[in-house]
């Protein structure tokens, strides 16, 4: 199958077995200090089986002492590093595959207190618009050390039995910083002009030649356009044909290929995308650059499907697919590609947890990195469902709910030679999937339920639809144990006036269809992800939309790549937010709230308003069951309304773990 996606292509003397490449994804499972870990080849190596071409490893600090991203990434600023890459190296090579490692400086895009430093280095004393740190325009002597720097990792990464050393210069890092002129603001030959601003890289890119030889292949990573327009300052930063210009400059200096990307972190949501992106959104400038250069391109442009991917390469697009979430979300997504399998992929959702995780995972109180539809993301080193015990003698397992807890339970059990049984209320599977898929371009949240239906009933697990299950129902199938993922209902606080009024509705009623607006003035109160969204589809009817908040801010508790999304939209629509606005009452047509700073009194009158106060677990049978049966396990929104990654999580170890 696919036959462009699955032929070799050469990156200077090195043969990649076919043009799937992960593109570099940060994941702080290295350890602290800086050395490759166990979860680290764990990690890399599950996508070498799964049949990747190329592995670019997250982005690795050339120093240290000044350039981390976050405590637990690998480095290459000491020789002691050599026998972790090396290992590393030898693990995704017994698969077949070939290693890149990607070589960067966060300059003013890294954190000051993590690197222990007062001011992060960058070309100019530009703050950046997103992490806010206190920056300092290099010296020349700093930037000849810098550069050593990227030469010396680049010595140790051939020396470790790497394929190909790449050259971060996207993203707004460092080297993006000397390259862009919305960054660079030095006067002497490192900024101004072009030959200038492109001075740094090209001492990199040349003293590295000079050490590794002609042979070595050197790629660079590039933001061929910084889509500054994005954060509100068009005009500003690299357009597309200056980063075409750029591609054009490297390929006539010698590098071996060219990996295209976008954005800086000012305009991060167009470096990796959230959900509302279009597969191949991008492709037009990573074609521009192909168009102008001639050697390999590789690019990302939300590649999730294998024929989509394999068309953009046959029309000469590009030569490599690069993603590094759809191999984050399915490690196996090449060789599942290579033999057709397509439904079996498990394709990302674009959801943006992996990031959301990456970012915050110094702070000791948050969750690890992880993917949010793959529970072993990061963890493969101890999580792995093939390998659990099959010790489930067919054994039944009533499972009660087929949201995405309930299927990833049923779905483990069933690999581990469990018979579960999933009873489902409704007339289809997917429990709030089916809801969070509807408002505009969350059609990717959708595959989560396609793809878990699909597992089951490939793997022959019953499903039965239509009807909630009584204490007969599962006491007929003599269950070894019962996992209730049942799923959440709206809160609807009994202490506020007037929820029970005909005009007052759920963000379910609005997104299964149940009703319908148009042209209405309507209130929405509560503005976590579900009410935003729910207010972005009912302002696309062209409704007039007032949204209430209680906390000070829009999206409380929202990953902000995904507010930004959502926000980009909404702002162009016909809607008022009002965050510090608590709901006191509903009198009818009027909905009465008191903010939360001055303590008045605002009411105004809508043709319905429509509550999104969040969700609490649903606890039907729960006691009848755990009077009856030994083994009750409570997962998904049965335990806590939450989210994605929650739900998937708690499946997988309720199933992992049944003894
Ligand atoms: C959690 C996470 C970490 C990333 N870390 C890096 C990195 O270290 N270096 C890099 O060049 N790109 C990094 N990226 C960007 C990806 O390589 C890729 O360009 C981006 O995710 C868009 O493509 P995709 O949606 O197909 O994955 C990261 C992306 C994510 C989601
Ligand atoms: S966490 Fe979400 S965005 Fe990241 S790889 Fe998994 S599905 Fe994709």
């Not at 590794?212 to 061929?224: A, E, K, N, Q």
């Not at 992929?345 to 539809?373: H, Q």
């Not at 397992?397 to 807890?405: L, N, Q, T």
Request: charged share 25%; hydrophobic share 40%.
């Amino acid at each position: 199958m696919y036959e462009h996606l699955f032929s070799s292509m050469k990156i200077g003397n090195v043969e990649i077995p076919n043009r799937t490449v992960m593109t570099a994804m940060g994941n702080h499972i290295a350890e602290l200090g800086g050395f490759v870990s166990d979860a680290d080849i764990a990690f890399y190596g599950a996508r070498a089986k799964g049949g990747t071409g190329l592995i670019i490893t997250e982005c690795v600090a050339v120093d240290g002492s000044t350039g981390i991203g976050n405590m637990k990434q690998m480095w290459a600023d000491d020789d002691k590093f050599i026998p972790g890459l090396k290992r590393l190296a030898d693990e995704v090579h017994k698969y077949g595959s070939k290693i890149a490692i990607q070589l960067y400086h966060p300059g003013r895009q890294g954190i000051a207190a993590v690197n222990g430093v007062e001011s992060m280095k960058s070309p100019s004393a530009t703050e950046c618009q997103c992490v806010h740190q206190p920056t300092h325009e290099m010296t020349k002597d700093e930037i000849k050390q810098m550069v050593g720097k990227f030469i010396s990792a680049a010595k140790r990464v051939k020396e470790a039995g790497c394929d190909i050393v790449e050259f971060h210069g996207a993203h707004g890092y460092l080297i993006g910083q000397f390259d862009s002129p919305y960054t660079n603001k030095r006067t002497d030959e490192y900024g101004g002009s072009f030959e200038n601003r492109m001075r740094f890289l090209d001492e990199i890119i040349d003293g590295t030649r000079a050490e590794l030889g002609p042979d070595y292949p050197i790629m660079v990573r590039i933001s061929v356009n910084e889509h500054m327009d994005y954060a509100g300052l068009p005009g500003e930063g690299l357009k597309a044909e200056d980063g075409v210009e750029i591609a054009k400059h490297l390929a006539a200096k010698g590098i071996d290929a060219i990996n295209v990307s976008a954005g800086i972190y000012e305009t991060m949501n167009t470096s990796w995308e959230p959900v509302s992106f279009d597969q191949g959104w991008k492709l037009g400038d990573a074609a521009a650059v192909k168009k102008a250069v001639d050697i390999p391109v590789i690019a990302t442009a939300v590649f999730r499907e294998p024929a989509y991917a394999d068309k953009a390469i046959a029309d000469g697009l590009i030569d490599f697919m690069g993603s590094a979430r759809a191999f984050n979300a399915d490690p196996e997504w090449a060789n599942k590609a290579k033999e057709g399998r397509d439904a079996d992929i498990r394709k990302c959702i674009s959801c943006l947890y992996c990031m959301e995780t990456l970012m915050s995972a110094d702070f000791p109180d948050k969750p690890d990195f992880g993917c949010a539809i793959n529970y072993e993301s990061g963890k493969e080193w101890k999580c792995n469902a093939e390998e659990l015990p099959k010790d489930g003698a067919g054994r039944k397992v009533a499972v009660i709910g087929a949201g995405p807890s309930g299927m990833e339970a049923a779905r483990v059990l069933a690999l581990r030679g469990f018979a579960p049984v999933v009873f489902e209320k409704n007339d289809k599977v997917g429990g709030q999937i089916n809801y969070a898929c509807k408002p505009p371009k969350k059609e990717k949240t959708g595959w989560l339920k396609e793809w878990q239906e699909h597992a089951l009933r490939s793997a022959g697990v019953e499903i039965r639809t239509g009807k909630a299950p009584t204490m007969e129902d599962i006491r007929a199938i003599e269950p070894y144990a019962v996992f209730v993922a049942q799923g959440s209902s709206p809160v609807m606080p009994r202490s506020i006036k007037g929820l029970d009024g005909e005009n007052v509705y759920t963000p379910v009623d609005v997104l299964s269809g149940k009703v319908s607006f148009e042209n209405k003035k309507l209130c929405v109160v509560g503005s976590g992800m579900t009410g935003i969204e729910t207010a972005e589809l009912l302002g696309e009817a062209g409704n007039k939309i007032s949204v209430y908040e209680m906390m000070d801010d829009i999206g409380p508790g929202l990953f902000f790549q995904n507010l930004i999304d959502v926000m980009t939209r909404v702002s162009k629509m016909d809607i008022a937010l009002f965050p510090k606005h608590m709901l006191k009452e509903i009198d009818g047509t009027t909905a009465i709230f008191e903010t939360t700073d001055t303590h008045e009194i605002v009411q105004d009158t809508f043709d319905a308003v429509i509550v999104s106060l969040g969700v609490r677990p649903n606890a039907d049978l729960v006691e009848e069951l755990k009077a009856e049966f030994d083994k009750v396990v409570l997962m998904g929104d049965a335990v806590k309304g939450g989210r994605i990654a929650a739900a998937i999580g708690t499946g997988y170890m309720a199933a992992a773990e049944l003894k």
